[in-house]
């Protein structure tokens, strides 16, 4: 990239040449990198700014304390699997089970494991996306 490509880019985004910038994946701007957090023990930078964090960890707060819980018995609506099959795949400290909601009405769609949420969350919730993912899979 040239010294004129980049300017213009910079000029685009409104980047001052001296701070460093990073894009948040939730509001989708440009901002200093020091409004993102370090995520494990400093390795790298969270992938939201610290305003879309805390914007969504008390969406995620509000549902999970306005929703009743999984009954004992609960298993996986995607993978099938029970809590014990599942528990620890969030982390240690977690439960086996994710607040399922759609991030447009911000309503409650189920109580899934952390990994099928994971997964339709790296789908973007587009059903689109999974039937092409699907499509992929069958022709292997």
């Known amino acids: ?3 004129d490509q980049l300017e213009f880019f910079r000029n685009f985004y ?3 040449p001296d701070v460093e910038t990073k894009f948040c994946g939730k509001c989708g701007k440009n901002k200093p990198v020091d409004s ?3 995520r494990d023990r400093g390795a790298y ?3 939201e700014c610290k305003d879309c964090e805390k914007r969504l960890g008390k969406e995620r707060r509000d549902l999970r304390t306005s929703t009743p819980p999984p009954p004992e018995d609960h298993t996986c609506p995607i993978c099938g ?4 099959e599942v528990k620890g795949k ?3 400290k977690l439960g086996p089970w994710v607040c399922d909601h759609d991030h447009k009405t911000k309503e409650f769609r189920g109580w899934l494991c952390h990994n099928c949420n994971r997964s339709i969350g790296n789908f973007k919730d587009n059903v ?3 039937y092409s993912a699907i499509k992929y899979l069958k022709k292997i």
């Open 36 to 38: 993102f957090r370090f």
């Open 1 to 3: 990239m040239n010294s």
């Open 128 to 130: 689109e996306l999974l």
């Open 14 to 16: 409104s980047v001052k």
């Open 45 to 47: 930078r969270r992938t």
């Open 90 to 92: 969030g982390g240690l």
């Open 81 to 84: 699997g029970t809590g014990e």
